[in-house]
């Protein structure tokens, strides 16, 4: 699988973007998906997840009520939604993929990752 992100930019804070992360190879819809992000000098961290089949969602707390990841099977596409963005959502966001089907895949189980897209919020 191969994972190609976009959209990322600069906004003012309180503003949105949205995140795609289109994927090619292998059978897209049989893949849980996940958002991660990494800000300098910091750890990777998790940010959202949805499984497959069924399409739970999962959010960091730092990010609940205000990101909402999405997908869309037919084009193989992910989607991040991000609104009421903070300073400190500035980070590099990376999409992920894992062959782990009925539940939340642990970071381990992501053996597919993208390039990442970088996002920065102004104050």
């Known amino acids: 699988v191969q994972l190609v992100e976009s959209g990322g930019g600069l906004v003012q804070a309180g503003g949105s973007l949205r995140l795609s992360c289109t994927a090619s190879?292998?059978?897209?819809?049989?893949?849980?998906m996940g958002w991660f992000r990494q800000a300098p000098g910091k750890e990777r961290e998790f940010v959202a997840a949805?499984?497959?089949?069924?399409?739970?969602?999962a959010y960091a707390d730092s990010v609940k009520g205000r990101f909402t990841i999405s997908r869309d099977n037919a084009k193989n596409t992910v989607y991040l939604q991000m609104n009421s963005l903070k300073p400190e959502d500035t980070a590099v966001y990376y999409c992920?993929?894992?062959?782990?089907?009925?539940?939340?895949?642990?970071?381990?189980?992501?053996?597919?990752w993208g390039q990442g897209t970088q996002v920065t919020v102004s104050s």
């Open positions: 992920a993929a894992a062959p782990v089907a009925g539940r939340r895949p642990r970071t381990e189980e992501y053996n597919y």
């Open positions: 190879g292998r059978t897209f819809s049989s893949y849980a």
């Open positions: 949805i499984t497959w089949p069924g399409g739970s969602r």
